[in-house]
């Protein structure tokens, strides 16, 4: 027979739960085979990080879309001006050292870090400082292009796509 022994709140009226090391308090150990309710909630998480994650690539893919859309009705009204590329260079982490690439096309931006070739590819013209891509150069990996230019950065430092490429198209980059 278990005896009355104080509850955490203080009170004396809770049985021992008649097992040694466990506290009156404790959950009684679920039924075999069950999963317990900390396994259905991690499950529960998993599947709705699961479902957040593939919500956020969707929407990545339809920006992309978009503004891959927009790059090519920018390289059409280019060819129609006549604004000629010119060569596009990769430029180190901290910005001292620029290195060959065998891509064409006009940067986005006046730092020239983004740049979009004859081809409609979009790039992020950075790389780790490094002595072979001095003689070497660079070869760049295109990416998906985003519809804000530098979004999550500094004020100032984000633009639209549309209002980069219009300003390319002007000649003020």
């Known amino acids: 027979m278990s005896t009355p022994q104080p509850a955490p709140d203080g009170r004396a009226d809770r049985p021992a739960s008649g097992a040694p090391g466990v506290p009156p308090h404790a959950p009684a150990p679920s039924e075999p085979g069950t999963p317990d309710r900390a396994a259905q909630w991690r499950e ?3 599947e709705a990080a699961r479902v957040h994650a593939d919500a956020l690539a969707a ?6 879309t978009r503004a891959r859309a927009i790059i090519a009705d920018f390289l059409a009204e280019a060819r129609a001006r ?3 590329p010119g060569p ?3 430029r180190s982490y901290d910005g001292r050292a620029r290195y ?3 891509l064409q096309g006009w940067y986005l931006r006046r730092d020239e870090t983004v740049g979009v070739d004859t081809a409609g590819e ?3 013209l950075t790389a780790p400082p490094s002595l072979t891509a001095r003689f070497r150069g660079v ?3 295109p990416q998906d292009p985003p519809l804000v230019i530098g979004a999550g950065g500094k004020d100032g430092e984000s633009i639209d796509l549309p209002d980069a490429l219009a300003r390319v198209l002007a000649g003020e980059v």
């Open 100 to 102: 060959r690439t065998p």
């Open 82 to 84: 006549g604004v000629a």
């Open 88 to 90: 596009l260079h990769v």
């Open 122 to 124: 979009f790039y992020v």
């Open 44 to 46: 529960q998480r998993r």
């Open 59 to 64: 929407r990545q893919r339809a920006e992309s």
């Open 139 to 141: 070869q760049p990996v």
